[in-house]
């Protein structure tokens, strides 16, 4: 038997399935829901800023951080060890074949900063070979660092020119004589091999300590431009060729400095290699002077030979040299340092 719907029940069947369409989404979709209707739908819960983890952030070091991280350590020559800054019998000890001073600008730099430790190498004599090698016994300088060590201060390269040499060569010498000033040929080679030797140790020292701040000391000028040092029998004119040598000398420490930081800056090391300009150190307070910051000549009566701390800084010269120090250290390379806390 066929039960005919009508018309009316075909118009209640598509009723019935307008009603299936609108309502089925909306049972099973609340999103659907939330948006018709609105009200009492949960929302999303933004993510918190403190949720999320972020990587710690790296803060580059200070100069000063840098250089106290770790160990100070003074290497160079007698300019560093303190001869001619004697101030206690220890000082005047014959057999310290380093003639290291209780008065030399290392201590003075010891006690400015906080350092883990300090180590005071410096030795009378040294050259840029003897740093590496040794002197007077000891063994060499560049094995007393390491890479714990945060700053070397250092002075090198008079006694590779033989300065002391030359000096003596202006002073040993007839009144009125040309001798001083004949040397200029001699002092002009071996500067010019201290032009070669100079990045080998700074690269050896930066191999062995590449954490450290490597501050490279130039030599300050010994004599007045104007006026004469009474007894040394140096002439003024002597006086300024002796003070142009020494101004060579810098010029060349100088620029050995600066291509090997740059050297260290181009391939991201985390020291660095900074000169001192001590050349002006002692103005007004030459060899000579009312109140000298250096050590004129003097003469050994038994052996008739001039005394080591002849034109050697003395105790106030040490002063000043520390503060040169004091200030480079603080100052910094005038570079970022590839080293962060």
């Known amino acids: 038997m066929r039960i005919g719907l009508g018309g009316r029940g075909r118009s209640v069947a598509v009723l019935i399935g307008l009603l ?28 918190k800023a403190d949720d999320t983890v972020r990587a710690p952030q790296r803060r580059p070091l200070t100069p000063v951080e840098a250089a106290t991280s770790g160990t100070y350590v003074a290497l160079g020559d007698s300019y560093s060890s303190g001869v001619g800054a004697e101030a206690t019998a220890a000082d005047h000890n014959p057999l310290s074949g380093c003639q290291r001073t209780s008065k030399a ?46 700053l070397i201060t250092i002075s090198v390269g008079g006694n590779d020119v033989g300065f002391s040499k030359v000096m003596a060569g202006c002073v040993v010498k007839l009144p ?48 007045s431009e104007v006026d004469g040092a009474a007894g040394d029998n140096i002439s003024v004119g002597d006086q300024q060729w002796l003070n142009a040598r020494a101004r060579d000398l810098n010029e060349v420490i100088r620029q050995t400095v600066a291509e090997a930081d740059q050297r260290v800056a181009e391939t991201g090391g985390a020291g660095s290699v900074e000169f001192v300009d001590a050349y002006s150190a002692f103005a007004g307070h030459e060899v000579g002077s009312a109140d000298p910051y250096m050590n004129g000549l ?23 040299l520390a503060r040169l120090f004091i200030a480079q250290i603080n100052r910094g390379p005038g570079r970022p340092l590839h080293q962060f806390r």
Request: net charge positive; glycine share 8%.
């Open 20 to 47: 299936a369409v609108a309502i089925v989404p909306l049972v099973a979709f609340p999103a659907v829901r939330c948006e018709i209707f609105g009200g009492g739908c949960p929302r999303p819960v933004a993510a």
């Open 105 to 150: 600008y290392y201590h003075q730099i010891a006690r400015s900063f906080r350092f883990r430790s300090t180590a005071f190498w410096a030795c009378a004599g040294a050259t840029t070979r003897t740093v590496l090698t040794g002197k007077s016994g000891e063994p060499s300088q560049l094995n007393r660092i390491d890479g714990g060590t945060s």
């Open 176 to 223: 009125w004589s040309r001798t001083c000033t004949e040397q200029g040929k001699d002092v002009a080679y071996r500067i010019a091999d201290l032009r070669r030797s100079l990045p080998d140790l700074y690269a050896r020292i930066i191999a062995k300590a590449p954490r450290a701040r490597i501050v490279v000391m130039g030599y300050p000028r010994p004599f």
């Open 298 to 320: 003097g003469v050994s009566l038994s052996s008739l030979a001039a005394e080591p701390r002849s034109f050697h800084p003395t105790v106030r010269g040490h002063e000043a």
